[in-house]
Nanobody, 122 residues
């Protein structure tokens, strides 16, 4: 059973930075797709970034390109989302996801973490 745990959310001022982490366990990851999504109150869950665990493919939503960076640490079985230049519009619950398809739809991912709150104050 795959488990994804995302500590690391918090409150930050606009323009600041935050790094989210997602610790994966339950199986050996080799080429799975690892994604980050976010959901603001009253809105649909939206794609943020994704990468193959092998590092071969990386994708970002247009809204975060140039500000967010997804990466992974194989030794720690952890995926990161470095968020710079944060804006109030980035406020949401952020979710880590894993699956076989590297896509931008939430339905491409079979496994989900519980989410972590990120709040950006103006």
């Amino acid at each position: 059973q795959v488990q994804l745990v995302e500590p690391g959310g918090g409150l930050v001022q606009a323009g600041g930075s935050l790094r989210l982490s997602c610790a994966a366990s339950g199986r050996t990851f080799s080429n799975e797709a690892m994604g980050w999504f976010r959901q603001a109150p009253g809105q649909e869950r939206e794609f943020v970034a994704a990468m193959r665990w092998s590092g071969s493919t990386i994708s970002y939503a247009d809204s975060v390109k140039g500000r967010f960076t997804i990466s992974r640490d194989n030794a720690k079985s952890t995926v990161y989302l470095q968020m710079n230049g944060l804006k109030p519009a980035d406020t949401a619950v952020y979710y880590c996801a894993a699956g076989s398809i590297l896509g931008s739809s939430r339905y491409d991912y079979a496994y989900w973490g519980r989410g972590t709150q990120v709040t950006v104050s103006s």
